[in-house]
């Protein structure tokens, strides 16, 4: 008997090629691997390596914009107390309102005075409902007790902080039409909210007419003037945070000393200690790519 053929013939003699979506090749089985499978493997191929210095840049947006919210709960303290009446609440409005305009004046390269004339149109029916609705929001929870409006107002905002949109990616800029994502709209409805409830327990309509006025403008239109401030120039952004920072500290610190040190221990939480944690989990991070991945199928078109 030649054994000449029969060697020729046997699976050991055979090469074996790489068939796509598991063909059957003669010889060898559908889970054949040779001693070549692993040498295409690559290790952490699509792992973006962080800076620690533009990581706590980035999270200068989070420290930002939980001062706002910060300096937003400060009014609404001042303003129970009566240490704020109407009409300085009414003053610090429009005074806040013209500095907003004034900064997109000045950063928004596609903002033009009709755009402009249509802001404040709105501005205007906006403020003429909310002044219209006043006495309603007024007596709307007058069956509630204090403690349920202050646990529920409380919860809204951590929830407001929780789901908004840190990056600006769902910011209507002018010229440009975005539709919000879900969480962007129920951090805006849970801020609206909460405004009702603190608008709620004040003492007059004019008083509630000025808070919520306050409110609204600050959680709508502050997240877009420091979109604005950002896109214009990020060393802009930076100095513009940080003062922000510093002035809430000091009047959080005239409030309360406990309540300053814990904001503090906040801020430098999520500007350093969360950066930092993020570069040490990644050491961590083996992400594996090799030839058992899902076939990306290429089209060469040529003429």
């Known amino acids: 008997m030649d054994t000449s053929i029969s060697e020729s013939s046997s699976p050991t003699q055979l090469k074996w090629r790489k068939v796509a979506y598991g063909g059957m090749q003669p ?5 054949h691997t040779d001693e070549t499978f692993l040498e295409e493997m690559v290790t952490n191929a699509n792992v973006v390596k962080r800076n620690m210095v533009n990581l706590m840049l980035d999270s200068v947006s989070i420290s ?13 303290t001042y303003t129970l107390r009566s240490t704020l009446d109407e009409n300085s609440l009414l003053f610090l409005d429009f005074g806040l309102l013209g500095l907003g305009f004034l900064v997109l004046l000045l950063t928004e390269e596609m903002l033009s005075l009709n ?16 002044y219209v609705l006043a006495p309603i929001y007024h007596t709307l929870t007058r069956s509630i007790s204090s403690d349920s409006i202050w646990a529920v107002t409380v919860g809204l905002l951590l929830i407001h902080l929780f789901l908004h949109d840190y990056s600006g990616s769902t910011i209507k800029v002018p010229g440009a039409l975005k539709n919000p994502s879900l969480t962007s709209c129920i951090s805006l409805n849970a801020s609206v909210v909460a405004s009702v409830f603190v608008a709620s327990r004040l003492p007059s309509r004019l008083h509630v007419f000025a808070l919520m006025l306050f409110s609204l403008q600050t959680f709508l239109f502050a997240p877009l003037v420091s979109y604005s401030i950002k896109k214009y120039s990020f060393c802009l952004h930076i100095w513009f945070s940080f003062g922000l920072m510093m002035i809430t500290l000091a009047f959080v610190y005239t409030l309360h000393s406990l309540l300053f040190v814990l904001l503090l221990g906040l801020l430098v939480f999520i500007t350093v200690i969360c950066p930092y944690w993020l570069i040490r989990i990644q050491e961590y991070k083996f992400e594996i790519n090799g030839p058992w991945d899902e076939a990306k199928l290429c089209f060469d078109i040529t003429d």
């Not at 755009?115 to 909310?130: A, Q, R, V, W």
């Open 115 to 130: 755009l402009l004339f249509h802001y404040f149109l709105n501005i205007s029916f906006f403020m003429t409902g909310l």
């Open 64 to 76: 930002q914009y939980l001062c706002i919210v910060s300096l937003v709960v400060m009014v609404w």
């Open 27 to 31: 010889g060898f089985d559908d889970n």
